[in-house]
């Protein structure tokens, strides 16, 4: 299927939101030429990315979910542990994704897993310029409908901070199901 098609499909499928996801989006050089044709044809573009590649791509919502360290595998994934570690983070990337999509544009959602988590997005966020308090988005981790005391962690590092609090929805309404 061509570039050209998928946009058309898109576009006359009725649906007005196209999110380009799955992986790692940016990694694939055809992204730049998929969001612009999708935008094109009329459809708002959100890109998901964890932020470790930057491409100039044609975004209405540029979604960057970093990596924290409690993102790594266990060891039983043998190579992909120490991958993992060392291209979790990119911070020339970050930095141009912020710098290439501005507020409100741009949205950095971190995935909390406990109180070590909001200490090292602290210190990404000070090595990152040019972002303000509404592009955070803090999320509690789970496959499950999160535990009461690790939303009430999370809500409160909201309130704190004066960023925005991300709802696990699709998981308490469907459950940890592909596609939802």
Request: hydrophobic share 40%; net charge positive.
């Amino acid at each position: 299927v061509s570039l050209d098609d998928l946009a058309r499909r898109a576009a006359g499928s009725g649906v007005r939101h196209a999110v380009v996801t799955g992986g790692e989006p940016m990694i694939f050089p055809l992204v730049t030429e998929l969001t612009g044709r999708l935008a094109g044809a009329g459809m708002h573009v959100t890109v998901e990315t964890a932020g470790t590649v930057f491409r100039p791509v044609a975004a209405h919502l540029m979604s960057i979910s970093p990596k924290l360290a409690g993102s790594t595998p266990p060891a039983s994934a043998g190579a992909w542990v120490q991958r993992h570690k060392e291209r979790r983070i990119n911070l020339g990337a970050l930095q141009a994704l912020l710098d290439a999509h501005p507020a409100p544009e741009r949205q950095l959602k971190f995935v909390v897993c406990g109180p070590a988590d909001l200490a090292e997005i602290d210190s990404l966020l000070g090595r990152l310029r040019g972002w303000t308090d509404d592009d955070v988005l803090l999320m509690p981790e789970g496959t499950n409908t999160p535990a009461p005391d690790l939303r009430r962690l999370v809500a409160d590092a909201c309130v704190r901070r004066g960023w925005r609090y991300c709802h696990r929805l699709h998981i308490e309404l469907f459950g940890n199901q592909r596609g939802t």
